[in-house]
């Protein structure tokens, strides 16, 4: 079982910075992929931002440019640095990991989500 733990959202004016932190804890073997998601009200979620174990980065376009994807391995934690903030950025959002056990099987979790709300 692995439990996340998702911090930093919050309330900021538009043009501004967020850094979300998600941390996991439990048993595993690996952490392989770390993301985040996003949910705005009435949308679909929608994936922001992906890194593997190795440090391969990927974005969504909206965000490109200004969010930065980064993982602690040592600290099994993944941050989410948002600049330039927009009030279509505002979302609840969630990590998500995939991790391998020690048997080899992959497992995939989601936070609980953390709520980011961008004002115009």
């Known amino acids: 079982q692995v439990q996340l733990v998702e911090s930093g959202g919050g309330l900021v004016q538009a043009g501004g910075s967020l850094r979300l932190s998600c941390a996991a804890s439990g048993t595993f073997f690996s952490i392989n992929l770390m993301r985040w998601h996003r949910q705005a009200p009435g949308k679909q979620r929608e994936l922001v931002a992906g890194?593997?174990?190795?440090?391969?980065?990927n974005y969504v376009r909206s965000v490109e440019g200004r969010f930065t994807i980064s993982r602690d391995n040592a600290k099994n934690t993944v941050f989410l640095q948002m600049n330039s903030l927009k009030s279509e950025d505002t979302a609840v959002y969630y990590c998500?990991?995939?991790?391998?056990?020690?048997?080899?099987?992959?497992?995939?979790?989601w936070g609980q989500g953390t709520q980011v709300t961008v004002s115009s």
């Open positions: 998500y990991v995939e991790v391998t056990d020690s048997g080899g099987y992959s497992w995939r979790y």
């Open positions: 890194i593997t174990s190795g440090g391969k980065t």
